[in-house]
């Protein structure tokens, strides 16, 4: 959102004083306090040499930023294995049609060879009338007829295939071919707006892994606020709903499955209550009490599965340089997979 006064903070809201050091977001335009966005002197220094050439950019506008770029790199990889499957598909496509020329050149041979061996048999018929009787006639005519149905039948069945590949080709291209009239942008654009929706509703809750479940919601309210505190070290702010905090458990209840306690999801006043104890979850580390307990932020169902194929390409990747005598030293960082660095 802009601001038409721009004298004011655009996170605490406050004027600026003549002494305090600010700072532009190169995306949004929108101006900060340096405390306010976390920009230490040396740093402000070096943004504000002319030369430098360095842009600065919001939390706020990395996050979407960098959420928009990983879904559109998953869009990528998927329209590359659609395009994979439509290469093999046509191919497969190709080879039908090639098995359907070679069937369709055996039928005609046989027609062929079927109407030379009709011709030389009517030949014979009309040579035999004098001498068969009637019975005998009805029984030639008979096989005629077979024969006959036996071509009509060759025929229906190259149409029948003919018919096929012409659906395949019709799936082909309405499956994999895109007309110049597509809607998938707007699509695309859709999905984007809905996937960044949902992460900024998940941006104000977090969930808890091993609190013991005790099946009551006062004694979950009880535990969850006991936690919080510890870790942000102050009372927390929790959303209300009728009047109680909106900290709820995950799954069925009675849910027994893996013999583990059933997660917490908690819905904070703020995103900056919900980033503070984010910030300091290694405090559960060093807790008597609650050193088994795990907070994790509120993915969505893209956001776990981007973790999910992170790992897998971590591990990968350190196999492989295992494999080569190197070091295995790939870890993801802020929802990216990159080398660790290393000083001598």
Same mark, same amino acid.
């Given at each position: 959102?802009?601001?038409?006064?721009?004298? %004011?903070? @655009?996170?605490?809201?406050?004027? *600026?004083? @003549?002494?305090?050091?600010?700072?532009?977001?190169?995306?949004?335009?929108?101006?900060?306090?340096?405390?306010? @966005?976390?920009?230490?002197?040396?740093?402000?220094?070096?943004?504000?040499?002319?030369?430098?050439?360095?842009?600065? *950019?919001?939390? @706020?506008?990395?996050?979407?930023?960098?959420?928009?770029?990983?879904?559109?790199?998953?869009?990528?990889?998927?329209?590359?294995?659609?395009?994979? %499957?439509?290469?093999?598909?046509?191919?497969?496509?190709?080879?039908?049609?090639?098995?359907?020329?070679?069937?369709?050149?055996?039928?005609?041979?046989? =027609?062929?060879?079927?109407?030379?061996?009709?011709?030389?048999?009517?030949?014979?018929? $009309?040579?035999?009338?004098?001498?068969?009787?009637?019975?005998? #006639?009805?029984?030639?005519?008979?096989?005629?007829?077979?024969?006959? =149905? !036996?071509?009509? $039948?060759?025929?229906?069945?190259?149409?029948?295939?003919?018919?096929?590949?012409?659906?395949?080709?019709?799936?082909?291209?309405?499956?994999?071919?895109?007309?110049? /009239?597509?809607? #998938?942008?707007?699509?695309?654009? &859709?999905?984007? &707006?809905?996937?960044?929706?949902?992460?900024?509703?998940?941006?104000?809750?977090?969930? #808890?892994?091993?609190?013991?479940?005790?099946?009551?919601?006062?004694?979950?309210?009880?535990?969850?606020?006991?936690?919080? %505190?510890?870790?942000? $070290?102050?009372?927390?702010?929790?959303? !209300?709903?009728?009047?109680?905090?909106?900290?709820?458990?995950?799954?069925?209840?009675?849910?027994?499955?893996?013999?583990?306690?059933?997660?917490?999801?908690?819905?904070?006043?703020?995103?900056?209550?919900?980033?503070?104890?984010? !910030?300091?979850?290694?405090?559960?580390?060093?807790?008597?009490?609650?050193?088994?307990?795990?907070? !994790?932020?509120?993915?969505?169902?893209?956001?776990?599965?981007?973790?999910?194929?992170?790992?897998?390409?971590?591990?990968?990747?350190?196999?492989?340089?295992?494999?080569?005598?190197?070091?295995? /030293?790939?870890?993801?960082?802020?929802? *990216?997979?990159?080398?660790?660095?290393?000083?001598?």
């Amino acid at each position: 959102m802009e601001r038409s006064d721009d004298n %004011q903070c @655009a996170k605490c809201d406050i004027l *600026f004083d @003549a002494n305090q050091k600010s700072i532009h977001c190169s995306t949004c335009r929108l101006k900060f306090h340096t405390n306010c @966005a976390k920009v230490s002197d040396a740093k402000y220094e070096i943004l504000m040499e002319e030369d430098a050439g360095i842009l600065w *950019f919001c939390k @706020a506008c990395i996050r979407t930023t960098s959420n928009m770029l990983n879904h559109l790199a998953n869009m990528k990889l998927r329209l590359d294995e659609v395009e994979t %499957q439509r290469l093999k598909d046509q191919e497969e496509v190709k080879s039908l049609s090639q098995k359907i020329v070679n069937i369709e050149t055996t039928l005609k041979n046989i =027609q062929s060879k079927k109407e030379e061996d009709l011709d030389s048999f009517k030949e014979m018929v $009309g040579d035999m009338l004098e001498d068969f009787p009637q019975n005998a #006639l009805r029984r030639c005519q008979s096989t005629f007829d077979i024969t006959a =149905q !036996q071509v009509e $039948g060759n025929c229906d069945a190259i149409q029948a295939l003919e018919n096929r590949i012409s659906s395949m080709e019709a799936v082909q291209v309405d499956s994999y071919i895109m007309p110049s /009239d597509s809607n #998938l942008p707007d699509r695309a654009i &859709a999905a984007v &707006a809905n996937e960044l929706e949902e992460r900024k509703k998940r941006n104000k809750s977090i969930v #808890l892994h091993n609190v013991p479940d005790k099946h009551d919601t006062s004694n979950d309210i009880k535990a969850v606020t006991e936690i919080l %505190q510890e870790v942000s $070290g102050k009372e927390v702010e929790f959303d !209300q709903m009728c009047n109680k905090p909106r900290i709820y458990r995950l799954g069925r209840y009675g849910d027994s499955s893996r013999n583990k306690p059933r997660s917490i999801k908690v819905h904070l006043k703020s995103t900056e209550e919900c980033d503070g104890i984010l !910030q300091n979850i290694r405090k559960l580390s060093q807790s008597a009490q609650h050193s088994s307990v795990v907070i !994790q932020p509120d993915l969505t169902p893209m956001q776990r599965s981007q973790i999910r194929m992170l790992v897998m390409e971590r591990k990968r990747r350190n196999s492989q340089a295992i494999a080569n005598n190197e070091e295995p /030293d790939w870890m993801i960082s802020s929802g *990216f997979l990159h080398r660790r660095r290393h000083y001598h």
